[in-house]
């Protein structure tokens, strides 16, 4: 079918969008990839009524929310573009939770679930644009885990459109509901590969107000464990506990033109309800910069929001987002270097959760050496390759250093009952 065709048979039952340069790129620009159309549904129907001409013409489809994805996962290959941004719907706050579309953005439902008195429990720097349906699919992190867990915690039902069309609609919201498998839960981390997550129901958390927030540091890797471990024990409700290291200091200081810190060998970003000071009597500590009000609170934030931007301002990095056992972060740092083949690395990450992003620049965008060696370093120290960000397309060789072939063959025995055709997002999580 011609590709002009196929566009005017998509915007029959969807609008439809010519923009394909802002949907053929990851986030990165490492990666870019070649979409035959961009389809708009705003409604499940209208998501439904997309995949069955793409089934009809025999056309794959790649899902993509916000387009924050850092491992590939939503550049098109070949396919039309699904764009989950018009399912923006936001229901009210009931009961401790709320309904939100796949493409409501998480920032939206941050104010949403403030202003009723609530918050919620996921949040990281991309919040204006990432969107409800690509953190759930990806199973998204953030700076809250060790208070609330991953997005999966989080996420009470789910409303999606099977490949054959069919609507999975598991939205009430129930405390108990032992009925069989959890459909809704089987989309969590799928990366798009079984089906286009609509709409979601999502638990909101009790809004805390007077936090505690101190920028901390420490005279090794290990002393910042330790810290952690005596704020886990003595402090109440642990929200954050971030790791900077001092390279990555002097560049968000350099680019953001943030004030000095003490001279040390890693700092900690904590946030807590309360016990902080009692927690950090417990530990040698070099300094502690402590938050006297919201403002203060924000200005000691910004040595980790804006890390991520000022890596940018490098080069297009190799993201490599991985998770260790708690007392492997000391060690993993130690031999990372001998991983990097000279290369330079800035690594910042949820020290609460033992998850590290190592951001190495230098290699060329096809160059998967580093990749290799650094992701088979955390997979041989009990860790996994893939802590928040997801698999993708980048990880994808990888996958077996953290699933068994057993696990595998499951995981493509599911994929293969609900999509047999392979319709959806083509070339993701699954080797």
């Known amino acids: 079918m011609p590709v002009s065709d196929l566009r005017e048979a998509l915007s029959a039952v969807s609008a439809t969008s010519d923009d394909l340069a802002g949907v053929e790129t990851?986030?990165?620009?490492?990666?870019?990839?070649?979409?035959?159309?961009?389809?708009?549904?705003?409604?499940?129907?209208?998501?439904?009524?997309?995949?069955?001409?793409?089934?009809?013409?025999?056309?794959?489809?790649?899902?993509?929310?916000?387009?924050?994805?850092?491992?590939?996962?939503?550049?098109?290959?070949?396919?039309?573009?699904?764009?989950?941004?018009?399912?923006?719907?936001?229901?009210?706050?009931?009961?401790?939770?709320?309904?939100?579309?796949?493409?409501?953005?998480?920032?939206?439902?941050?104010?949403?679930?403030?202003r009723a008195g609530w918050d919620y429990g996921v949040d990281f720097a991309s919040r204006d644009t990432a969107t409800v349906g690509g953190s759930v699919v990806t199973n998204a992190g953030g700076v809250h885990v060790v208070a609330h867990g991953t997005t999966r915690a989080q996420v009470l039902g789910v409303?999606?459109?099977?490949?054959?069309?069919?609507?999975?609609?598991?939205?009430?919201?129930?405390?108990?509901?032992?009925?069989?498998?959890?459909?809704?839960q089987l989309m969590v981390g799928s990366e798009g590969t079984l089906g286009v997550v609509t709409a979601v129901r999502l638990r909101l958390v009790p809004r805390l107000t007077g936090l505690?927030?101190?920028?901390?540091?420490?005279?090794?890797?290990?002393?910042?464990?330790?810290?952690?471990?005596?704020?886990?024990?003595?402090?109440a409700g642990l929200r954050a506990a971030e790791l900077l290291l001092p390279e990555?200091?002097?560049?968000?200081?350099?680019?953001?033109?943030?004030?000095?810190?003490?001279?040390?060998?890693?700092y900690v970003l904590l946030e807590a309800q309360g016990g902080l000071e009692d927690a950090l009597g417990q530990v040698d500590v070099v300094d502690a910069a402590v938050a006297l009000d919201a403002a203060s609170a924000e200005r000691l934030w910004a040595y980790r929001e804006r890390m991520t931007e000022a890596i940018s301002t490098l080069g297009v990095p190799h993201k490599l987002d991985v998770s260790l056992p708690f007392g492997q972060l000391?060690?993993?740092?130690?031999?990372?270097?001998?991983?990097?083949g000279g290369h330079t690395a800035h690594v910042f990450g949820h020290v609460g959760d033992g998850n590290l992003h190592v951001n190495v620049l230098?290699?060329?965008?096809?160059?998967?050496?580093?990749?290799?060696?650094?992701?088979?370093?955390?997979?041989?120290?009990?860790?996994?390759?893939?802590?928040?960000?997801?698999v993708g397309r980048h990880k994808r060789p990888w996958l077996h250093l953290s699933r068994t072939p057993a696990e595998l063959a499951a995981m493509r025995a599911v994929k293969t009952a609900l999509d047999p055709d392979g319709l959806l997002n083509p070339g993701v999580l699954l080797p």
Not at 248 to 266: D, N
């Open 26 to 114: 990851d986030w990165t620009g490492r990666v870019t990839g070649r979409a035959l159309a961009v389809a708009l549904p705003s409604t499940v129907d209208e998501v439904a009524a997309v995949l069955g001409v793409c089934r009809a013409q025999g056309v794959r489809v790649t899902v993509r929310g916000g387009g924050t994805g850092l491992v590939a996962g939503a550049v098109p290959d070949d396919t039309v573009v699904l764009s989950t941004r018009r399912l923006d719907q936001v229901g009210p706050v009931q009961d401790g939770s709320l309904v939100a579309g796949a493409g409501v953005t998480l920032r939206t439902v941050q104010d949403r679930a403030r």
């Open 159 to 184: 409303e999606a459109v099977l490949a054959d069309g069919s609507v999975v609609r598991r939205l009430a919201g129930l405390a108990k509901d032992a009925t069989g498998y959890d459909l809704g």
């Open 212 to 235: 505690e927030t101190a920028l901390v540091g420490v005279a090794s890797v290990a002393d910042a464990v330790a810290l952690v471990a005596a704020v886990k024990q003595r402090a």
């Open 248 to 266: 990555g200091v002097a560049l968000v200081r350099e680019v953001a033109g943030l004030p000095a810190l003490t001279p040390a060998a890693a």
């Open 330 to 340: 000391g060690p993993f740092l130690a031999a990372l270097p001998g991983a990097l």
């Open 362 to 390: 230098g290699p060329d965008p096809e160059d998967e050496t580093v990749d290799d060696a650094v992701l088979r370093l955390a997979a041989s120290m009990g860790g996994s390759i893939g802590a928040e960000h997801g």
